[in-house]
């Protein structure tokens, strides 16, 4: 299986991944973007942090299974899902929404989870604690609510995934894992 998930930035996907992976033995897969680290994040782990030009050169070797440009970076997967995938193995990525349903309609046994956020007002104070610019905030205002947006296409759509307990959320997840295993 595939496990997919999408959201606003801020909303918890993290937390949901690390769930995924801890609790329930699926292995992540590490996406790549252009994008500069932020405070805490490991590259290798969070995200494989490259120039704009080595993403390009992997377009154009076809050796990415997914990408998207959005926020002013590339994001996108490498041949190791295509891999994972075709051989079976329980994975879980986090991908912008448009970009899972794209993967969700070339694959099989994909489940998409959308999480939301208890409130714009919430979420718009945690992406101001991250000091992006006032454009950058701009973009990631305008990118939620596409995330909001494509959130009906999606299999499972967690509320106010951002201040759910942990202990819940894992709940959810064997739940949401069980009914479309």
Same mark, same amino acid.
């Given at each position: 299986?595939?496990?997919?998930?999408?959201?606003?930035?801020?909303?918890?996907?993290?937390? &949901?991944?690390?769930?995924?992976? =801890?609790? !329930?033995? !699926?292995?992540?897969?590490?996406?790549?973007?252009?994008?500069?680290?932020?405070?805490?994040?490991?590259?290798? /782990?969070? /995200?494989? !942090?490259?120039?704009?030009? =080595? !993403?390009? =050169?992997?377009?154009?070797?076809? &050796?990415?299974?997914?990408?998207? /440009?959005?926020?002013?970076?590339?994001?996108?997967?490498?041949?190791?899902?295509?891999?994972?995938?075709?051989?079976?193995?329980?994975?879980?990525? =986090?991908?912008?929404?448009?970009?899972?349903?794209?993967?969700?309609?070339?694959?099989?046994?994909?489940?998409?989870?959308?999480?939301?956020?208890?409130?714009?007002?919430?979420?718009?104070?945690?992406?101001?604690?991250?000091?992006?610019?006032?454009?950058?905030? @701009?973009?990631?205002?305008?990118?939620?609510?596409?995330?909001?947006?494509?959130?009906?296409?999606?299999?499972?759509?967690?509320?106010?995934?951002?201040?759910?307990?942990?202990?819940?959320?894992? @709940?959810?997840?064997?739940?949401?894992?069980?009914?479309?295993?």
């Amino acid at each position: 299986m595939l496990l997919i998930v999408s959201g606003p930035s801020g909303v918890g996907k993290s937390r &949901l991944l690390d769930l995924a992976e =801890q609790a !329930f033995g !699926f292995r992540r897969v590490v996406p790549l973007t252009t994008r500069s680290s932020r405070r805490g994040e490991r590259a290798g /782990y969070d /995200y494989h !942090f490259v120039s704009r030009e =080595q !993403f390009r =050169q992997l377009i154009v070797d076809d &050796l990415l299974t997914a990408w998207d /440009y959005v926020l002013g970076n590339y994001y996108g997967y490498g041949k190791d899902l295509a891999e994972g995938i075709r051989s079976g193995q329980n994975i879980v990525i =986090q991908a912008l929404s448009r970009m899972a349903i794209r993967i969700a309609a070339a694959s099989s046994d994909v489940l998409l989870v959308s999480l939301k956020p208890s409130s714009d007002l919430l979420l718009e104070t945690r992406l101001t604690e991250r000091n992006y610019s006032t454009s950058e905030l @701009t973009l990631r205002r305008a990118h939620w609510e596409e995330e909001i947006e494509l959130s009906s296409l999606f299999n499972v759509v967690i509320d106010n995934a951002d201040i759910t307990p942990t202990a819940e959320l894992t @709940t959810t997840l064997a739940d949401v894992i069980n009914r479309f295993a």
